[in-house]
């Protein structure tokens, strides 16, 4: 079971914000390249809260690095799965620093 630490800020309010002005939009916790919480649609990579040490560099020697760690984290597959909103909102509510997700898929 791994542990993703997500840090509380700005990008969190943002995402909240946008999901409260588009009724359609749901929350997300997705794997590609990178570990991350954003809404769908997404209409920028702004809207994007990696986990800590799970967000992609544009340097290749890096981003291998990222990759095995998002890998030995969630395993290798890429997935997308939706989570409550009310996570978010009560991090920022609370005025926590940051919040955590177990998951239980593993690499």
């Known amino acids: 079971m ?3 630490k997500f840090e509380v800020g700005k990008t969190m ?8 002005q588009n009724a359609a939009a749901v929350l997300k916790l997705a794997k590609d390249d990178g ?9 920028s990579k702004n809207h ?16 291998s690095r990222v ?6 984290l969630v395993g ?16 920022v509510d609370f005025r926590w620093r940051s919040c955590t997700s177990k998951s239980t898929m593993s690499g």
């Not at 309010?13 to 409260?20: G, M, P, V």
């Not at 990759?67 to 030995?72: L, V």
């Not at 290798?76 to 991090?91: C, H, K, V, Y």
């Open 2 to 4: 791994a542990i993703l």
């Open 76 to 91: 290798p597959d890429d997935f997308s799965e939706d989570i409550p909103l009310e996570w978010l909102r009560m991090a």
């Open 48 to 63: 994007a809260l990696y986990a800590e040490g799970c967000k992609p560099f544009k340097c290749d020697s890096l981003n």
């Open 67 to 72: 990759f095995e760690h998002c890998n030995s």
């Open 35 to 43: 570990i991350y919480i954003c809404p769908v649609p997404n209409p």
């Open 13 to 20: 309010r943002i995402i909240i914000e946008h999901i409260d």
